[in-house]
């Protein structure tokens, strides 16, 4: 079962950086564990009543909280994809424009 206490320790380690950094998360993130933290006495409860009730919610309370973390990691990796890309355009730019100034060079001499 997930620590729902402290949710961004379920990221890797270069991701949870990325994820503490930004500066709307941390609210959203104090948010989740508040609504997490809520639920336990809703849980404990559910468990001595009907076990299978408190699982299930458990369960689904693990979802949102996966769900949301694998959003942000998605997230990271499409933007790192499309920087990786962007970086590897502007060195063919840059070779491109090299090339043509070297023969441009050569023109002239």
Known sequence: M???????QHLPQHLRQQFM???????????????NAS??????FL???????GVMLQRMIEAYNIILLMQFEGFYKNDNAKSREYEDKLIQLSR??????????????
């Open 96 to 109: 491109d424009r090299e090339g043509v100034l070297y023969q441009k060079h050569e023109f002239d001499t």
């Open 2 to 8: 997930l620590e729902l206490q402290a949710i961004e």
């Open 39 to 44: 639920f336990i006495p809703v849980l404990d």
């Open 47 to 53: 468990c001595s009543y009907k076990t299978e009730f």
């Open 21 to 35: 950094s930004m500066p709307h998360h941390g609210p959203l993130l104090r948010d989740l564990q508040d609504l």
